[in-house]
């Protein structure tokens, strides 16, 4: 069974940076890819960003392209999201999900869950 745990959370001042791990065990992740994912109180799912584990391909969302960057240390089966010039609108609960195959963009797409890590910026 494949699980997933978040670590890294907390509290920054707006401008700070946080780096969020998913450590990934039960099952050998080459052919997976792994993503970031986040979700607001009453809001819907929204995807953060996406590594292939097999060709390190990635993806960002356009709201935080050029803050984060989602790295992969496959030794490790583990995925790292470096969050810089953090936004107090970057606060929420994060989370990440594993897949087999190619990276995707909708959270149905993902079948493997952490328990999520919360992020917050203060203004």
């Known amino acids: 069974e494949v699980q997933l745990v978040e670590s890294g959370g907390g509290l920054v001042q707006a401008g700070g940076s946080l780096r969020l791990s998913c450590g990934a065990s039960g099952s050998t992740f080459d052919d997976y890819a792994i993503a970031w994912f986040r979700q607001a109180p009453g809001k819907e799912r929204e995807g953060v960003s996406v590594?292939?584990?097999?060709?390190?391909?990635?993806y960002y969302a356009d709201d935080v392209k050029g803050r984060f960057t989602i790295s992969s240390d496959n030794a490790k089966n583990t995925v790292y999201l470096q969050m810089n010039s953090l936004k107090p609108e970057d606060t929420t609960v994060y989370y990440c999900?594993?897949?087999?195959?190619?990276?995707?963009?909708?959270?149905?797409?993902?079948?493997?869950w952490g328990q999520g890590t919360q992020v917050t910026v203060s203004s």
């Open positions: 999900a594993a897949r087999w195959g190619n990276p995707a963009i909708p959270p149905s797409a993902y079948r493997y």
């Open positions: 590594i292939s584990f097999h060709d390190g391909s990635t």
